[in-house]
């Protein structure tokens, strides 16, 4: 399956525990997931790096699911997205 979009919203960050989180919703052809994720950041970490955290744990979090997990479905970015290591 082809992801189509990848949102992120409900960004904050809590700096006693120097973690950023966000709901981060991830669309296919045919359904919309949104998955709760956190980064350990620096408060003064720019966007791009906290978007590229964020979304790295959503993937982790995708792949985990049963149905990508057994080998049922699979899930590819777009052409032009930054490749991100899988890793469980």
């Given at each position: 399956?082809?992801?189509?979009?990848?949102?992120?919203?409900?960004?904050?960050f809590?700096?006693?525990r120097?973690?950023?989180?966000?709901?981060?919703?991830?669309?296919?052809?045919?359904?919309?997931?949104?998955?709760?994720?956190?980064?350990?950041?620096?408060?003064?970490?720019?966007?791009?790096?906290?978007?590229?955290?964020?979304?790295?744990?959503?993937?982790?979090?995708?792949?985990?699911?049963?149905?990508?997990?057994?080998?049922?479905?699979?899930?590819?970015?777009?052409?032009?997205?930054?490749?991100?290591?899988?890793?469980?």
């Amino acid at each position: 399956m082809q992801i189509t979009d990848i949102e992120i919203s409900c960004l904050s960050f809590d700096a006693a525990r120097g973690l950023h989180t966000a709901n981060v919703g991830i669309a296919f052809a045919d359904r919309f997931v949104v998955l709760f994720c956190s980064a350990a950041l620096p408060g003064g970490a720019g966007d791009e790096d906290r978007d590229f955290a964020l979304t790295y744990d959503a993937l982790r979090q995708l792949r985990r699911m049963p149905e990508f997990r057994s080998g049922q479905a699979h899930f590819e970015l777009p052409p032009l997205a930054n490749p991100l290591p899988l890793a469980a």
